[in-house]
């Protein structure tokens, strides 16, 4: 496989549930990002992570827990979300920190998640 | 604060005509604009920057432009296709530190 992997592409969950998001790059990058994207909103980002230390956390709730065990993962730990939550989540990746470079970040797929 | 807008949700425009999509930015700090195109279900995927020193980047069809005395960028399709559909998300950086805009959903119809 090559570039960002996500998964799983979708998931609904209760309030109470805990429940993770992965991410995965194939692309040899040392930094990494989570982004929520709701409906008609700009881009947020949440958290970077540069060779694997956590450098940029966002003013995130501490209901969202990244993990980045290695410079390849990255998990989004999710415990007692709320409804306004749902959003579309993106993890990206970039050779180095914050380096835009000539070709931006690159994107995964996204995890829809829906907060019941 | 929104520092990169997007004032177009959503644009149609007719197969083999121009798309023309507007970003506008408050900080004049700015150093380097990207565009990027989101198909359903995918990513957002890089299409074209420029930086701050030039006005107008080209690559194929796609031509970004920009104005910095009026704070605004756009990208320009031409001609455009249906494949073009997508959202279009334009991003402003200043010292790597990107901002992204809330999109503009274009059709290209046939």
């Known amino acids: ?116 | 604060d929104q520092q990169v807008k997007q004032n177009s949700p959503s644009l149609s425009v007719q197969e083999g005509r121009i798309s023309i999509l507007n970003c506008d930015y408050t900080n004049s700090m700015f150093d380097y604009f990207l565009w990027y195109k989101k198909y359903p279900a995918e990513g957002p995927t890089f299409l074209i920057s420029i930086s701050s020193i030039k006005d107008k980047n080209e690559d194929g069809r796609f031509t970004v432009f920009l104005n910095k005395s009026a704070k605004h960028l756009s990208l320009h399709i031409v001609p455009s296709q249906p494949g073009d559909s997508a959202v279009y998300f334009c991003a402003a950086s200043e010292d790597n530190d990107m901002r992204f805009g809330a999109g503009t959903r274009l059709t290209v119809k046939p």
């Not at chain 1, 993770?20 to 930094?31: I, T, V």
């Not at chain 1, 929520?36 to 958290?47: C, H, N, T, W, Y």
């Not at chain 1, 999710?78 to 994107?107: K, M, V």
């Open chain 1, 1 to 116: 496989e090559t570039g960002v992997t996500q998964t799983p592409r979708h998931l609904v969950m209760g309030m109470t549930n805990k429940k993770s998001l992965k991410c995965e790059q194939h692309l040899g990058h040392n930094a990494m990002y989570w982004y929520k994207q709701s409906a008609k909103k700009p881009l947020e980002l949440m958290f970077v992570y540069s060779l694997e230390e956590r450098v940029e956390n966002n003013s995130v709730p501490s209901r969202f827990s990244p993990e980045c065990p290695n410079s390849s993962h990255l998990f989004l730990h999710l415990h007692t979300l709320q409804p306004e939550d749902s959003a579309l989540y993106l993890c990206a990746s970039s050779q180095g920190y914050r380096e835009i470079s000539n070709y931006g970040y690159t994107f995964g797929s996204g995890t829809r998640l829906t907060v019941v």
